[in-house]
T-cell receptor, first 111, second 116 residues
Framework: GQNIDQPTEMTATEGAIVQINCTYQ??????LFWYQQHAGEAPTFLSY????GLEEKGRFSSFLSRSKGYSYLLLKELQMKDSASYLC????????????FGRGTSLIVHP | DSGVTQTPKHLITATGQRVTLRCSPR?????VYWYQQSLDQGLQFLIQ???????AKGNILERFSAQQFPDLHSELNLSSLELGDSALYFC???????????????FGPGTRLTVL
C-alpha cells in the first residue's frame, strides 16, 4: 500500500515564502507530482520529480529525496491567487503507475 | 485550459437514478482516468482506460462502470445512485501508461454530481 502525508492547512503572508512538505511510504517509486487545486476546480499540474534534487519553475520549486521519502513544494513571492489546495501524488510501478494522491494542503495567503 | 473536456459541468438527480458523465482527452492522449473527489475522501482513483481497454481499477463500486470508445472519449456510468455518491468527478488524460514525465495526468474541469 501507499501512505502519503501532508499538513492539512498552512497560512502565509503575501510576498513571503512558504514550504509545503510531503512524506510518503511506497513499495516502489516512479515519480512524485505536485498539483494546485482551487476550490471546485480541476487540479492543475505544477511539477514532476523522479530524481533527487531541486526542480525550479518560476516562483515554484519542488524538491525530492527518495532515500527519505520526502518532497517539498516551495512557493516564493506569494500572491493572493496562490491560496489553494496543493496535492502531492506518488506513482508506484506496483500500483499500475497510477499516482496516489495525498489529502492536500490548504494554503491560505493573507495580505 | 488543460485540453481535457468534461460534460456536463453540473448534474442534479435523485437517489436510485442513473447518470452518464462524458470525457474527451487531450489530443494525442491514449489514457483516460476517472477520479472521485469528496470533502472527506480526497481524490480517489476509480478506473483507467488505455486505447479502449481497461487497464487499472481502483476504488470503483460495482454500481459504477466506464468505457472508452474508438475515438478515445470515455464515459462513466453511475447507477442506483445514493446520497453518498454526491461528489466532484474528474477525468484526466495522459499520453501513455508506463511512467515517465510524458505520462503526467492533466485533469478536466470536472462534473459536480448532486444526488438528492
Amino acid at each position: 500500500g501507499q501512505n502519503i502525508d501532508q499538513p492539512t492547512e498552512m497560512t502565509a503572508t503575501e510576498g513571503a515564502i512558504v514550504q509545503i512538505n510531503c512524506t510518503y511510504q511506497t513499495s516502489g517509486f516512479n515519480g512524485l507530482f505536485w498539483y494546485q487545486q482551487h476550490a471546485g476546480e480541476a487540479p492543475t499540474f505544477l511539477s514532476y520529480n523522479v530524481l533527487d534534487g531541486l526542480e525550479e519553475k518560476g516562483r515554484f520549486s519542488s524538491f525530492l529525496s527518495r532515500s527519505k521519502g520526502y518532497s517539498y513544494l516551495l512557493l516564493k513571492e506569494l500572491q493572493m491567487k496562490d491560496s489553494a489546495s496543493y496535492l502531492c501524488a506518488v506513482r508506484d510501478p506496483g500500483g499500475s503507475y497510477i499516482p496516489t494522491f495525498g489529502r492536500g494542503t490548504s494554503l491560505i495567503v493573507h495580505p | 485550459d488543460s485540453g481535457v473536456t468534461q460534460t456536463p459541468k453540473h448534474l442534479i438527480t435523485a437517489t436510485g437514478q442513473r447518470v452518464t458523465l462524458r470525457c474527451s482527452p487531450r489530443s494525442g492522449d491514449l489514457s483516460v482516468y476517472w477520479y472521485q473527489q469528496s470533502l472527506d475522501q480526497g481524490l480517489q482513483f476509480l478506473i483507467q482506460y488505455y486505447n479502449g481497454e481497461e487497464r487499472a481499477k481502483g476504488n470503483i463500486l460495482e454500481r459504477f462502470s466506464a468505457q472508452q470508445f474508438p475515438d478515445l472519449h470515455s464515459e462513466l456510468n453511475l447507477s442506483s445512485l445514493e446520497l453518498g455518491d454526491s461528489a466532484l468527478y474528474f477525468c484526466a488524460s495522459s499520453a501513455g501508461l508506463a511512467g515517465g514525465r510524458g505520462d503526467t495526468q492533466y485533469f478536466g474541469p470536472g462534473t459536480r454530481l448532486t444526488v438528492l
